[in-house]
Structure formats: structure tokens, C-alpha cells
């Protein structure tokens, strides 16, 4: 079994930083690409930035430019600094990782965390 939890969410003023993490745990063998969506009250859930094994990273368009995302895979953990924040951050942000469970793994799978919640006000 494998769990992803989220941290790092809270209040923060515009203009504001925070710093989102998600650790991977359980029966993990390899882990290939992880990212981040957010769903903001009444909208569909959107790609903010994801990152391969490799280190290639995609950020949606709204947030290019202010978020960076990274990993450390020895801790099986992907990270989102936020920088100058909008009102318009204001989401649940939900982390994700794709999976190989043990070497026999044909394919791997994602995996998907409860979400931490993002409020940009002042």
C-alpha cells in the first residue's frame, strides 16, 4: 500500500510565499514522475506543475514564472515553492506520483494525496 501526504498549506497574505511538500510512503520500488493540481472552490481541478524522474518540469500557465517545483528522490518527496501569491491561488493542492510498487510491476500507477488547503487573503 502507498500514501501521499501533503503539508506546508495555510493562510497567506498576497504577494506572501509558501512552501508545499508530499512524501511518498509504503511499498514503493520506483517513482516516476510527481506533481501538483489544485482544485479552487467551484472549479475543475487543474495541473500546476509536474516534474519526470529526470528532472524535466511543465507548470500551467497561470503559475509559470512565480511556482518552482522539485524533488528529492531519496526521500520519495516532491516539493512546490510559491512565490508572490494571488488571491486567485486560492485552491486545495493535491500532490501525485506515479508509482511502480515492486520490480514486477508491469505498469506503474498514480497515486494521489487527501490535499492540503491554500488560502492567499488579507
Known amino acids: 500500500q502507498v500514501q501521499l501526504v501533503e503539508s506546508g498549506g495555510g493562510l497567506v497574505q498576497p504577494g506572501g510565499s509558501l512552501r508545499l511538500s508530499c512524501v511518498a510512503s509504503?511499498?514503493?520500488?520506483?517513482?516516476?514522475?510527481m506533481g501538483w493540481y489544485r482544485q479552487a472552490p467551484g472549479k475543475e481541478r487543474e495541473l500546476v506543475a509536474t516534474i519526470t524522474s529526470v528532472g524535466s518540469t511543465n507548470y500551467g500557465d497561470s503559475v509559470k514564472g512565480r511556482f518552482t517545483i522539485s524533488r528529492d528522490n531519496a526521500k520519495n518527496t516532491v516539493y512546490l515553492q510559491m512565490n508572490s501569491l494571488k488571491p486567485e491561488d486560492t485552491a486545495v493542492y493535491y500532490c501525485?506520483?506515479?508509482?511502480?510498487?515492486?520490480?514486477?510491476?508491469?505498469?506503474?500507477?498514480?497515486?494521489w494525496g487527501k490535499g492540503t488547503l491554500v488560502t492567499v487573503s488579507s
Open positions: 501525485t506520483q506515479t508509482i511502480y510498487r515492486s520490480e514486477y510491476d508491469i505498469a506503474a500507477m498514480d497515486y
Open positions: 509504503g511499498s514503493i520500488f520506483r517513482i516516476n514522475a
